[in-house]
């Protein structure tokens, strides 16, 4: 029972480069979300998909691309990064589509991302 | 606008003492609240929730909390704290058909011997 694996943990980026940063899910959970936890910040949103071909952002969606072209796959994608964006990633899903339904959130163990 | 406050940055306390982390949310509807636990270099684990009915909720891990709506707070306690509970607790709030959760900024819990 895996519930939400995140690919990679740790990652070092020079500035201008991009990578993808995969979510996976095996609960069958319609909602999947990206989450930066920064220091002093909590975690924000920054996109987030109510099923499987669909996107919207967040709070902070600035620099950021997302795909879910399976139900059970969400990426993030940094086209060209910045070292505003060095942080922890992390990614959630849920089943219901209610918040309040939902029970709180599965989340991943995170992706620590710098930017040199 | 809908915000969540944890005031306190940083607790300590011996093992064996009581608990309290301070929860204020400010939201425009119905709220469900909910406490998150983070343990170092993983991902966030559920604690407890609150939906509606009785105000004083139970969790696991011996945690519980209380939904004070006059007060706009959500605090979570624990009677007598074990050095395993050291970690970042976050409170959390959403809505009902709401699409996320917005979260505090987190209180870091130190426990010492």
């Known amino acids: 029972n895996a519930g939400v694996t995140q690919t990679p943990k740790f990652r070092v980026l020079k500035t201008g480069q991009s990578m993808t940063l995969l979510c996976a899910q095996d609960?069958?959970?319609?909602?999947m979300y990206w989450y930066r936890q920064d220091p002093g910040m909590g975690l924000r949103l920054i996109h987030y998909s109510v099923g499987e071909g669909t996107t919207a952002k967040g709070e902070v969606p600035d620099g950021y691309n997302v795909s879910r072209l399976k139900k059970q796959n969400f990426l993030l994608g940094l086209e060209s990064a910045a070292p505003s964006q060095t942080s922890v990633y992390f990614c959630?899903?849920?089943?219901?589509?209610?918040?309040?339904?939902?029970?709180?959130?599965?989340f991943g163990s995170g992706t620590r991302l710098t930017v040199v | 606008a809908q915000s969540v406050t944890q005031p306190d940055i940083h607790i300590t306390v011996s093992e064996g003492a009581s608990l309290e982390l301070r929860c204020n949310y400010s939201y425009g509807a119905t709220p469900y609240l909910f406490w998150y636990v983070q343990s170092p270099g993983q991902g966030l684990q559920l604690l407890l929730k609150?939906?509606?009915?009785?105000?004083l909720v139970q969790g696991i891990k011996g945690f519980e909390a209380e939904f004070k709506r006059s007060q706009s707070s959500f605090n979570l306690r624990k009677p007598s704290v074990h050095w395993s509970d050291a970690a970042e607790y976050f409170c959390a709030v959403g809505a009902f058909a709401g699409n996320q959760f917005y979260f505090g900024t987190g209180t870091s819990l130190t426990v010492i011997p």
């Open positions: 609150y939906f509606s009915g009785d105000t």
């Open positions: 609960m069958n959970h319609e909602y």
């Open positions: 959630a899903s849920s089943y219901s589509r209610t918040t309040g339904g939902n029970y709180g959130y599965t």
